[in-house]
């Protein structure tokens, strides 16, 4: 018995009847998603796609770091997206706690100094939206035919509104 058995057991339920197998790795939609890594966000459904509708890239706080902006350079050149949207959502870690939180809290978890490890908060989530947008919209790989959006995705009610 191992840690994972439960879910190589539903893997294997999830197996038996697999119908996703074939997909060309396309953006179906032309959609890519940058959001957050919380459970509370399932990026497809909120949207109302499916799978191979878009591309979805997730980072604590839905950020567009250097990774996210690779992502999306190679989801506009290779794989079919013209729209991105950038997603962070309320009551967010990233946006709630202080560098310094962060760091004791996981220090205090991992029975560590943790005080050298950076963790990205957000001292302004509108701020740091309209700042990731204009990142991607300013990027000299992504053209101005792709749209760009920053919007919030509200956990308590499941509802988005476009922010920038």
């Given amino acids: 018995m191992t840690e994972f058995d439960d879910l ?3 893997n ?3 197996a038996a009847d697999f119908s996703l197998g074939g997909f060309d790795g396309v953006a179906h939609a032309g959609v890519a998603i940058v959001t957050c890594m919380d459970s509370r966000i399932d990026p497809l459904r909120m949207l109302g796609l499916r799978h191979g509708d878009a ?3 997730r980072n604590p706080g839905g950020r567009v ?5 690779e992502a999306l350079v190679l989801g ?6 013209t729209r991105v949207l950038v997603i962070p959502h309320t009551r ?3 946006a709630a706690s202080t560098e310094d939180e962060l760091r004791e ?3 205090a978890s991992a029975g560590q100094d943790a005080s050298w490890q950076h963790f990205h908060v957000i001292a302004d989530q509108r701020a740091a939206l309209a700042d990731d947008v204009a990142r991607v919209r300013a990027h000299p790989l992504v053209p ?3 749209a760009v959006g920053g919007f919030l995705y509200d956990v308590d009610t499941g509802l988005l509104s476009q922010e920038v």
Avoid at 65 to 69: I, K, M, Y
Avoid at 76 to 81: D, I, M, Q, S, T
């Fill in 8 to 10: 190589l057991e539903a």
């Fill in 12 to 14: 294997r339920a999830f």
């Fill in 55 to 57: 591309k979805i890239f």
């Fill in 65 to 69: 770091t250097d990774q996210a902006l």
């Fill in 76 to 81: 506009v050149h290779l794989l079919g997206v």
């Fill in 92 to 94: 967010c870690a990233m």
């Fill in 105 to 107: 809290r996981v220090g």
């Fill in 144 to 146: 101005d035919t792709v």
